[in-house]
């Protein structure tokens, strides 16, 4: 699903993450700044890939800030911002997640 505005979710805490979406003219990119990139970077951005194919997210700016967040917790995020760049507050599809 496109993105048509912009949305955060998390914070800048220790073991969390920020998430922001916005929306992006073609394709998907990821970008991911992270205290532990060089343990786990590729391993964050492979979950963030995943979950937006799940999500079905097209057309979007997915910018991480994490602070050492568990991957649940950056699943959250992604989520949170997802649902909220779409105005959603209800009726979730939780069967996809």
Known sequence: MAITTSALAGTLESSDAQVLIEPRAQGVQINLESSVYAQYGAHIEQLAHELVETLGIT???????DKGALDCTLKARI???????????????????
């Open 59 to 65: 057309n979007a700016t997915i910018s991480i800030t």
């Open 79 to 97: 989520e949170a911002a997802y649902y909220r760049a779409l105005g959603k507050q209800q009726d979730f599809d939780w069967e996809v997640l």
